[in-house]
């Protein structure tokens, strides 16, 4: 079984991204949207924490919200636009979004 | 068969509507016998120390929704390890049981086995 976790919060603000990675399973993904977008920021311990895992991490962000606040995305995050985060709200076999 | 559901809270308990909600739902779900259970992670395990007194902030008990969990036959309840101790709560000395304490990597297996999972 495997589970989308969407993130909408900035990761300065509260534990939900580093909550996230804590409890995270090996089949799962995250889907950061919104403010937490800016856990890519470049120099932050929120992106630390997601380079650290790249390898196996998977890792979608949605491109418009990234755009928006200006953050380059670095080449081991996949960028996904709505009908692709649609895709991958399908193809995972539940979604968890972290209100 | 009705699709079992997982509710993770994880808000304090007197800092907004977000822990009453989840207590909500988890009621209403045992109220027509869905399979779900309850996880309490992050400020979330706040709402399970004992002796809070919500009248000193004018406010309704949620304590008594909690006691209220078993009856409507809501008896599946983890708390996370990790936030008890980052919170230096004993996992002992809570107004919940049976509860489950649970470790990082049995959350990732304890939501695999529901079929939907809300995070509040």
Redesign the interface.
Known sequence: ?S?LHVLSHSPFAD??LS?CL?????E?AILLCGDATYALNASTAARQALEARADGLKLFVLDEDATARSIELPDWVKAVDYPGFVELSVHYD?V???? | MAKSLLI?S?QAPWSGP?AREALDIALAGGAFDLPLGMLF??DGVLQLLPSQNARALQQKDLTANLQALEMFGVEDLFA?S??LAERGMSPDALNVEPLNVLQ??E???L??R???????
């Not at chain 1, 968890?96 to 209100?99: A, G, H």
């Not at chain 2, 529901?114 to 509040?120: A, L, R």
Request: proline share 0%; with cysteine.
């Open positions: 079984m589970t534990s939900r909550t804590r409890v995270l399973g090996g799962d539940k968890n979004t972290w209100l | 993770i994880r977000s992670l992050d996370c990790t936030s990082d990597e959350i990732a297996a939501i695999d529901y079929d939907q999972v809300i995070t509040i």
